[in-house]
């Protein structure tokens, strides 16, 4: 079981930044993938992007529409997950959401999930 926490969204100018915070406890977090989704108004939960641990290797993974502008990180001795978002655009406006999967996938069908934090990007 994991338990995940969200930090960090608020209300930014386009071509602003913003990071998010995913603090996750219960079981060590590196056996899990660890990703973020975002979710806007009247529209279907997408992937934004992910990493995960495997034989000594991290691997990253972004959507394309964020692709050079955000950056997903960890630390490991807090047990917590980042995005770094640079070069915001009013399109990024959405509920973000913090989650965990013992298997990575891009489709939104993740087994935990964080309370979600607001990203509003004014242009």
């Known amino acids: 079981q994991v338990q995940l926490v969200e930090s960090g969204g608020g209300l930014v100018q386009a071509g602003g930044s913003l990071r998010l915070s995913c603090r996750a406890s219960?079981?060590?977090?590196?056996?899990?993938?660890m990703g973020w989704f975002r979710q806007a108004p009247g529209k279907e939960r997408e992937f934004v992007a992910a990493m995960r641990w495997s034989g000594g290797s991290t691997y990253y993974y972004y959507a394309d529409s964020v692709k050079g502008r955000f950056t997903i990180s960890s630390d490991n001795v807090k047990n917590t997950v980042y995005l770094q978002m640079n070069s915001l655009k009013p399109d990024d406006t959405a509920m973000y959401y913090c989650?965990?999967?013992?298997?990575?996938?891009?489709?939104?069908?993740?087994?935990?999930w964080g309370q979600g934090t607001q990203v509003t990007v004014s242009s």
């Open positions: 989650a965990a999967d013992p298997v990575f996938s891009r489709a939104a069908d993740w087994d935990f």
């Open positions: 219960g079981r060590t977090f590196r056996s899990y993938a």
